[in-house]
């Protein structure tokens, strides 16, 4: 019973320590718009707004049911929340020359990103995609989730609405 009270106790030290760990800056890295012009992820990540930063491609269904759920509200989250989402694609050369069509076909109403050659990602440190993560106003971020089940951009908008207090 003892080990066991222990081996909580570290558990819970060891989680703690993770979420920590997450409360860092976003990385400023040079990536580009989906007409090919360089923009610094600074320019979107230090306007003092809560930001909503979305990796997907164009070959990840759950990416794009992520991204088609958080469209159906993100008008309301603009006017409620005064948020950004920036969705950034990692698409390769030959799987960009897809995302301007998508987007069209899907309506989405965000600003849509590439990081091709994946610098942003590995400046990250995730493998597995959708990853989304949540920035302050400070551009720091504060939340990271990974994968894509219905729902979860309600707890997104928890998580957002904890920031707007």
């Known amino acids: 019973m003892k080990m066991i009270k222990s081996l909580g106790i570290i558990f819970f030290i060891i989680i703690s320590f993770g979420f920590k760990s997450i409360n860092n800056p976003f990385p400023s890295i040079n990536i580009k718009t989906i007409d090919g012009k360089t923009v610094n992820t600074n320019e979107y990540t230090t306007k003092g707004k809560i930001t909503v930063i979305s990796f997907w491609a164009t070959w990840c269904t759950p990416c794009k049911r992520e991204l088609d759920a958080i469209n159906e509200v993100y008008a309301d989250w603009v006017k409620d929340y005064d948020i950004q989402l920036l969705a950034i694609t990692i698409d390769d050369a030959r799987g960009i020359t897809k995302v ?7 309506g989405w ?53 904890a920031l707007k207090k």
């Open 109 to 161: 109403e965000f600003t849509v990103l590439s990081d091709s050659r994946q610098e942003l990602q590995q400046a990250l440190n995730f493998q597995t995609i959708p990853q989304t993560f949540l920035l302050d106003q400070n551009g720091e971020i504060v939340y990271a989730h990974n994968g894509y089940s219905p729902g979860d951009e309600i707890k997104l908008e928890e998580k957002i609405k």
């Open 100 to 106: 301007p069509a998508i987007i069209q076909a899907k």
